[in-house]
């Protein structure tokens, strides 16, 4: 993030004083040229000189320095459960993306094409008419899907490449609270990079592919308020995976059913059709009841949505079954997900001479689990010159 001297307090400062550059010059000891360099924003104060200046002027480092935030990368991302998203949580994101800045350079070239936002994707209204629209086009235009069908996951991931996304597929462990998705947008490479965790239930992450796939077609909308951008990519989320059109033929189905029972089981046996929680299908449905003026359904669906999840591996025990190996990780990273994002890491840290630190710091892994990821990329590349 680049720092820059904060003039208009900077020269407040001195007409309070009644004091020139030149002034500013003699008494810090440094050339007039030093200091122009400062106001024209050329060069940034040294550590010691910001104290000093800081002193003589009576200006608060707050104050004194500003930043710029145009490039700044933007992040859109929920905490699990209860946990609220805090500020040190969003800036942990940041920081995760001032890390990705440097893969940038080793993308290739047509990772940059432009890529037209929908018209569909303008209004972030949680009407729910415009929320179908939207995942209709999504469904039709980007994921490709027009069958009657569930979703595939090929399909979701496909779009990703699809759309130049860099997938990251994150091994976060039972972690409470952790994050399911953290969508990372950077501005002066128009590139986005997605973490997708891979140890929650394969259901929920059919899901929060769907969630994350709204936010890249539209990543200014985590410059908004997050909890807006967040609420709409969740309910477009839910019409992508089960439209209103199903929720149409869901209700005919459950409606005529005498008792609360009967009904939990229509949703559950609607959700094992369509690949799908539960808890979607009856949020889905009951979307589709308010939007008809008829009654909701009340019954509390948790307890049948955990015990039906519950018959689902995660993502992590599908994929890597008993072989956690790091060697594995890297050869799902790029056949199942597509995802160029270790070969780009494997660039970068062979050129700036890095070590497993950085990436333990991008993918929030312990030591030794980034340092068996480093060890088995080393060992790929003296492979692959063999």
Known sequence: MKQYLNINSVNKALREKGWSKSNLSEVLGLS?????????????????HLLQLSDLLGISYENLVTEDLSNEPVVA???????????????????????LKPLVKYLPEDSFKLILKPRELINISLDYDNIETTA????????????????????????????????IPALLGDKEKHENAVHIYLPDSKTNWIFLNL????LDFKFWMAHEFTHLLMPELSIQELEKSEDFADAVAGAILFSKEKATSAWNRIGILSN????????????????ISPYTVYKQVNLYLKEKGIAPLKFNIGGANKNFTRQYPTVSQLLFKDNNSAELYLKVTKEEFHSPFFDLVKK???EKNKNFSYLGSL????????????EALLSEEKNSTC
């Open 77 to 99: 991302f929920r905490k699990m459960g209860n946990c609220k998203t805090q500020p040190e949580h969003v800036q942990n994101a940041k920081d995760r993306g001032w890390l």
């Open 348 to 350: 970068f840290m062979k």
């Open 32 to 48: 007039r040229t030093i200091i122009s360099d400062w106001f024209n924003s050329k060069k940034f104060p040294r550590p010691k």
């Open 363 to 374: 993918l929030n892994t312990s030591p030794t689990d980034s340092k068996a990821i480093c």
């Open 136 to 167: 209709a086009y999504i469904r039709n235009h980007c994921i490709k899907d027009v069958s009657s069908g569930p979703i595939p996951f090929s399909s979701l991931i496909r779009a990703f490449s699809d759309f130049n996304a860099v997938i």
């Open 260 to 275: 609360n029972g009967l009904k939990i089981n229509m949703i559950k046996e609607i959700a094992k059709e369509n690949v």
């Open 199 to 202: 140890d929650v239930n394969v």
